[in-house]
């Protein structure tokens, strides 16, 4: 473990999957700090050994690491209630939308930007140690700074690292909303499933495990999944049928487009909540 002090500013989802998730495997618990004005919450985290407050307090000017897990929305208001206890600490953001630069800007003073912060897009897997996070960086981000985000947010799920903001929205587009998309298919899969006779239990195992299989079949194999469709697709057979179909009605174009939709839409989130 590492001897790394952590305060989450915000004590929501993903605030309890990234402290569950380093608890005890990358930090010890007591190494936890949260502040939540849910004061209903705060029992729960005192049962995982981390320390709590409703208001910002010392605690917060003695942790190594700060991480932001508040609504973009609120996160221009949370920041002022907090900057009087930042020092030389490191940052990092898991609010959609919200720029890398934006909150570089409102966390400096003297009208330098603080260089350590550290955007990350995590998504909702990432409660089941599951996660895949996006993660791009300031200026003043060096390589320890970097190693240790790696080391945080690899204790949910995989990291990959992209050069900016803009590159941000795309991860938000493909990994950040991607489980819905998936859970999209899912339960399409399950709804033609029991259209075609089989109860919605047997449709909704059979789905999972045909998700799940491929899912594997394709990180595992080191062929690409275009090949392994390939493989599948027999000319003449169910599999060509059904593909044929999904291609005549422009299923991958329309992926595409939803994914632009949401990147563009994350471009959007950024110029608002920096506003």
């Not at 209903?40 to 917060?60: I, N």
């Not at 390589?143 to 985000?149: C, E, F, T």
């Not at 499933?193 to 899912?215: F, P």
Request: aromatic share 4%.
């Amino acid at each position: 473990m590492i001897d790394t002090s952590i305060a989450f500013i915000g004590g929501g989802n993903m605030a309890a999957a990234l402290a569950g998730g380093l608890a005890g495997k990358v930090v010890s618990a007591e190494r936890i700090h949260v502040l939540d004005p849910n004061v209903q919450s705060h029992d729960a985290w005192r049962a995982r050994g981390a320390s709590v407050a409703a208001q910002p307090d010392e605690a917060l000017a003695r942790a190594a690491v700060w991480v932001y897990a508040v609504k973009p929305q609120i996160m221009k208001e949370v920041v002022a209630q907090t900057r009087p206890w930042l020092r030389d600490t490191l940052v990092i953001s898991v609010a959609a939308g919200l720029r890398g630069d934006t909150l570089a800007g409102w966390l400096g003073e003297g009208g330098q930007p603080h260089g350590r912060v550290i955007r990350c897009m995590p998504n909702t897997p990432a409660l089941i140690g599951a996660g895949a996070s996006g993660l791009a960086a300031q200026a003043g981000v060096g390589a320890a700074d970097r190693k240790l985000a790696t080391t945080l947010l690899s204790a949910v799920g995989e990291v990959t690292w992209v050069a900016d903001d803009a590159a941000l929205d795309a991860v938000t587009a493909l990994s950040g909303s991607g489980p819905a998309y998936v859970f999209l298919v899912i339960q399409a899969l399950i709804d033609g499933g029991v259209s075609l006779g089989l109860s919605a239990e047997q449709a909704r195992q059979l789905a999972l495990a045909t998700l799940a299989g491929a899912t594997r079949l394709a990180a595992e194999s080191d062929e690409s999944p275009e090949v392994l469709r390939q493989r599948v697709t027999s000319k003449g057979g169910t599999t060509a049928a059904a593909i044929g179909v999904m291609q005549a009605q422009g299923l991958e174009a329309t992926i595409a487009r939803a994914m632009r939709a949401a990147a563009e839409r994350a471009r959007e989130m950024g110029q608002e909540f920096g506003a």
